[in-house]
């Protein structure tokens, strides 16, 4: 199958569609917005929630925002599937709508899931948001495909133990700027551990050290800033990074595009 990896203009503020066909490895990572799609052809392995999973043709993919993940193909042969990344405010105005009123907070159970009423809603949902559909025919569609996936929702998940708050608290000073400069010494200061009992929490709960964790909402930061239509350049150092070539190296590793094609495909 040829090599691609595509970021298509959708008719809703808020969501992402992607279409790959490749072959490529991505690094353990995360994502700022919820995740579902299918695969289409050939097989996908990923480290989810730190456990190993593995999908199919026809078999749905789910992220959680902040979920740590990394994704490869089974043999090394390529394999292709799509994606509607989804940002957790319009999740969160939609689940309103779905719960009436309620709002309880989605949380996906299982990072593959076998669900032949909810492709059909995926796929309507990703026909529809990429055709440039009418806004009530593409709102219509995303409703119905987050009321189904609501099968694979599950509670969200309570921490614990003093570690596990401390990497929250951590990771909620992050997520509040992931531009600022941070020292190690700062951040655990912050929280109240170690530096060392901050990198074991980290690589207890995420399986990522705390700086790898930075680099990765900068990278979301950067995303959300291209796709609102600012310049590579501009969004780098509001993001935090060095320069634009160390926002290109990071963005390709994750997204498989630079960040001037995504702003090509995206809007």
Do not use: K
């Not at 193909?73 to 799509?82: L, Q």
């Amino acid at each position: 199958m040829p090599e691609s990896i595509r970021y298509l203009p959708t008719a809703i503020t808020g969501v992402d569609a992607m279409s790959a066909a490749t072959a490529r490895a991505y690094p353990r990572h995360v994502h700022d917005q919820y995740g579902i799609g299918v695969v289409d052809a050939g097989g996908h392995a990923s480290a989810s929630d730190r456990r190993q999973v593995e999908a199919g043709p026809g078999q749905l993919i789910f992220v959680n925002p902040g979920e740590v993940h990394d994704g490869r193909a089974i043999g090394g042969r390529p394999r292709a599937w799509r994606m509607l990344y989804l940002d957790p405010a319009l999740v969160e105005r939609a689940r309103l709508d779905i719960d009436e009123g309620a709002g309880r907070p989605l949380v996906f159970a299982a990072a593959v899931f076998g669900d032949v009423r909810v492709r059909g809603l995926l796929e309507t949902a990703f026909a529809s948001v990429t055709a440039a559909d009418a806004p009530m025919a593409c709102e219509t569609a995303l409703l119905r495909l987050l009321a189904g996936a609501g099968v694979n929702a599950a509670e969200p998940r309570r921490a614990g133990t003093d570690a596990a708050v401390s990497v929250r608290r951590a990771r909620e000073r992050i997520d509040a700027e992931p531009g600022a400069e941070l020292s190690l010494l700062d951040l655990a200061g912050e929280v109240g551990v170690s530096r060392y009992q901050l990198i074991r929490g980290f690589a207890r709960e995420l399986g990522l050290t705390p700086h790898a964790y930075i680099v990765q909402r900068r990278i979301a930061l950067a995303r959300r800033l291209i796709r609102a239509g600012q310049g590579a350049a501009e969004a780098a150092a509001q993001a935090g990074f060095y320069d634009q070539s160390h926002l290109n190296r990071c963005f390709v590793r994750q997204f498989g595009v630079t960040p001037l094609r995504y702003a090509q495909g995206a809007r």
